[in-house]
């Protein structure tokens, strides 16, 4: 019994510590048209944290304006943004995203 309770409690300990949430200021942008990601589903969100694009969930492209207004939208540009979130399964899930840039 000890062991199929220590067996459990290690289980659940690894499964915590592989979605950690995380936090930084990050890339955002769209994943086909500025980070060359591929998708079936056209325009998405994505971040780009360490050098390498993760589509988002949690977040849609239009969240945050047109995408593809010529100035700020997602399709045509790149910005800056605090993101809080985790990675599963290749993507990031994220929990908060706050632009921090500032477009003129």
């Known amino acids: 019994m000890k062991k199929i309770l220590f067996l459990s409690i290690f289980m ?12 930084q200021v990050a890339e955002v942008s769209c994943g086909q048209c500025k980070f060359e990601l591929d998708s079936d589903e ?3 969100l994505a971040v780009r944290i360490n ?4 589509f988002v969930e949690g ?3 239009d969240d945050f304006g047109d995408a593809h207004d ?8 790149i910005r800056k943004a605090e993101v809080t979130g985790k990675f599963i399964d290749d993507k ?13």
């Open 70 to 77: 010529e100035h700020t939208g997602f399709c045509n540009v």
């Open 59 to 61: 977040f849609k492209i």
């Open 92 to 104: 990031f899930v994220a929990s908060s995203i706050e632009l921090v840039d500032e477009i003129e």
């Open 12 to 23: 659940i300990a690894i499964s915590c510590s592989n979605s950690k949430e995380i936090k």
């Open 51 to 54: 050098k390498k694009a993760y």
């Open 42 to 44: 056209g325009c998405s």
